[in-house]
């Protein structure tokens, strides 16, 4: 979610100062809500969050993650810089070649499609216990109750055909199925990246194979239908129709070889991720 910076610190007086005849040049990325500068030599990214803007926290939590998955080689960023201060924080990090999926037409996402996917899989076969961080489904629900019972969800981020019901509804039909998805969560935990979506997907834009993971704030250990539900979800917008959606859940579930994959869990973390965001 992007906050209001309004009276705020200017963050770009956190940023270190870079070699000479190099910049720093905003990039609007995430929904993280800090202020992302992209060095003009393309070498590295940055991330500021000011004093006052309740994401220094969050950005220690990133800057953790980024530095515990980059020696498992799945092409993640590594922590150059981090510095932070009664002014706020700001994470320097290498920055990841390619293009984020994104970006890509539907016929180039389907060719780089499988190698994304094995690249999902290659995380979540990353040991569990080896990793520090969790994303538990019952702290992920206790935080969507807070963004409810603050009104603070964006209805943007919901489903179409769910804007119209209020989230309080939609947090209620959550609830009831809250004990059969921690039962599956407790048999079936894995390391998640948290999101899942085609913008924290890099891709070589010649080979149109996958490069590399963004955006790790939210990874950490969660049932594997976290980042199945939004990997599917995110990229439906990109389809030439039902027959490119078919191929790419047909690839992925092939990759990650789930011979029958659970749509109701796929739905309920679909339902629950938008509640999560405020």
Avoid at 228 to 257: H, I, M, Q, V, Y
């Amino acid at each position: 979610m992007h906050l209001s910076t309004q009276g705020l610190p200017d963050p770009r007086h956190l940023l270190p100062v870079p070699p000479a005849g190099i910049e720093w040049l905003p990039v609007n990325l995430g929904e993280s809500g800090d202020s992302v500068y992209r060095r003009s030599d393309g070498v590295a990214f940055a991330k500021v969050s000011v004093s006052g803007s309740d994401g220094v926290e969050s950005l220690a939590g990133e800057r953790l993650r980024t530095e515990w998955l980059a020696p498992f080689d799945l092409g993640s960023a590594k922590v150059l810089d981090w510095h932070a201060s009664q002014e706020g924080a700001c994470l320097v990090m290498s920055a990841v070649p390619g293009v984020p999926a994104s970006e890509l037409p539907a016929g180039q996402l389907l060719q780089a499609w499988p190698s994304m996917a094995h690249r999902l899989r290659l995380l979540h076969e990353i040991p569990a216990a080896s990793c520090p961080f969790a994303r538990a489904l019952s702290t992920m629900f206790e935080r969507a109750c807070d963004v409810v019972a603050r009104n603070a969800v964006n209805k943007e981020f919901l489903d179409p055909e769910q804007q119209d019901i209020p989230p309080p509804l939609l947090l209620d039909a959550l609830r009831v199925q809250l004990p059969l998805r921690l039962a599956q969560e407790a048999r079936d935990r894995v390391v998640c990246h948290g999101d899942a979506c085609m913008p924290n997907f890099m891709v070589d834009p010649r080979t149109l194979r996958c490069t590399g993971l963004i955006d790790l704030g939210r990874l950490g250990t969660a049932d594997r239908y976290v980042d199945l539900s939004l990997f599917l979800a995110n990229a439906r917008d990109s389809w030439r129709g039902p027959d490119d959606e078919l191929a790419a859940r047909k690839s992925l579930f092939d990759t990650l070889e789930i011979g029958e994959p659970d749509d109701g869990r796929l739905d309920f973390y679909l339902g629950l991720d938008p509640l999560t965001w405020g």
